[in-house]
């Protein structure tokens, strides 16, 4: 599925005809990143990502109230949760390890809004930031190049690696949402490093799915194919035999390793 299908096309508009009507001439952009923009979406796995930008700050009330109408809106019917950050023209412009954000409104979570000023910043905004330059789909206002800053890459590596080693040390716990939560984190833990080690060989940035079938292309070894395969059917929707924990740690292990040389 992609942004082409009219269900998700739908949910996009009115995702960005609330955002318009709640905050106006303050609305700078709306982008799409992540697998919906890349090719790689899956209902059942994937999240619909979206970074949206306004001019400044806005008042806690008016923050509270867009997060809880944009969660409202009825997600589209062939599937996908909404995964949506508000930040400013300051947080996209400012190279920060850890950007500030408005809101940050994820449907699959229990509390779905999250007020940023509670919070000290995101550091995966770094690398949706990135990906929102390099690739993301314009839903409203001027291309992403035209508002992101260029990355840095040691900040670019250092998200990569912070989030590696959330999901090595949340595990189950991090996808208690799904039926299968070992399978999910194996997916996410294996994808997620095939698309660290295939930023960190090409400087492209690409989605869990394109990294996985690059290490494909590069690596020849079969046991770790078995690995990639596992995970890309797991995201693809299927239900594949759990592969071997060892071999999953070493090869997540060894990405982790390749990103530390990186930034030491």
């Known amino acids: 599925m992609h942004a082409s299908d009219p269900e998700v096309q739908l949910y996009l508009d009115r995702v960005v005809s ?8 303050e609305l700078v952009g709306v982008y799409l990143h992540g697998s919906l923009a890349m090719g790689g979406f899956d209902p059942g796995r994937s999240d619909v990502d ?17 997060g809880e109408v944009l969660a409202a809106i009825p997600r589209p019917a062939t599937g996908g949760d909404l995964e949506l950050s508000l930040v400013t023209t300051s947080a996209v412009r400012t190279p920060s390890a850890a950007p500030p954000f408005e809101i940050h409104v994820h449907t699959e979570d ?4 999250v007020d940023g000023a509670e919070r000290p910043g995101d550091e995966d905004l770094v690398a949706h930031f990135a990906v929102a330059r390099a ?60 698309r660290s080690w295939r930023y960190l060989e090409t400087g492209e940035l690409g989605s869990k799915v394109e990294g996985a079938m690059w ?4 690596d020849p070894d079969l046991d770790l194919h078995k690995i990639l395969d596992a995970a890309l059917a797991f995201q693809r929707g ?8 060892r071999a999953v740690n070493a090869f997540v292990d ?3 390793g ?5 930034i030491a």
């Open 215 to 218: 290490v494909k292309r590069v």
């Open 18 to 25: 609330t955002l318009r009507e709640h905050l106006g001439a």
């Open 135 to 194: 690739r993301g789909k314009v839903l409203f206002g001027p291309e992403p190049g035209e508002l992101f800053a260029a990355p840095e890459r040691a900040s670019l590596i250092r998200a990569f690696l912070s989030d590696m080693e959330w999901a090595r040390e949340s595990g189950a716990a991090g996808w208690e949402g799904h039926h299968m939560p070992d399978l999910a984190s194996m997916a996410y833990r294996v994808l997620n490093a095939a």
């Open 238 to 245: 299927d239900v594949p035999d759990r592969p071997d924990d």
């Open 254 to 256: 060894r990405v982790e």
């Open 258 to 262: 390749l990103l530390r040389g990186a």
């Open 110 to 113: 229990e509390q779905p809004v």
């Open 50 to 66: 979206i970074l949206a930008v306004c001019t400044g700050a806005l008042s806690p009330r008016r923050r509270v109230r867009l």
